[in-house]
């Protein structure tokens, strides 16, 4: 095991098998020189205590369920990194993240929400790598009603 996934394991987390995309027009992200650009994730499974999979924040789901869906869609999207690349050792900065909610009009804590995957983030690459830029937006529906849905870029160590 890698230092970054024995930081992971430390913090109570591990990886989930990267999802496989349902047709072969995508896929999980796609490499440009040490750049990653990673495909809209979502949850398939509850990865972690008090995720809601599917439901609309400002209805049927709190800040708290969202922070930890959050945090579990960036798991999923740390496994599809370390698919790519073979270890998240080869992580040298979290670019950017962009988080979707599935908002009601009313609801305005987006931010807080996606929160979950920026703290992990922060947690697990430290400050210097895991401190990224970001965007936290509420949508009126996601693909299958999902709760959340993050997609980002990451620049790797070449190799």
Known sequence: ???IEERLKAMGYSLPPAFV???KNRRGCVRVD????????????PLLEGVRQTGRFGENITEAEGYATARA?????LATVKAEVGSLDRVKQIVRIF???NASPQF??????????SDLLFELFGPEAGCHARSAVG?????????VEI????EVWPG
């Open 99 to 101: 988080g979707m909610c």
């Open 34 to 45: 040490n750049m990653l650009y990673l495909s809209g994730h979502g949850l398939d499974l």
């Open 1 to 3: 095991m890698n230092s």
């Open 108 to 117: 305005t804590a987006m931010p807080q929400i996606i929160d979950g995957a």
């Open 139 to 147: 949508m009126s529906t996601l693909p299958r009603g999902i709760a």
């Open 73 to 77: 869609v960036m798991l999923t999207m």
């Open 21 to 23: 995309f349902p047709k």
């Open 151 to 154: 997609n980002g870029e990451i």
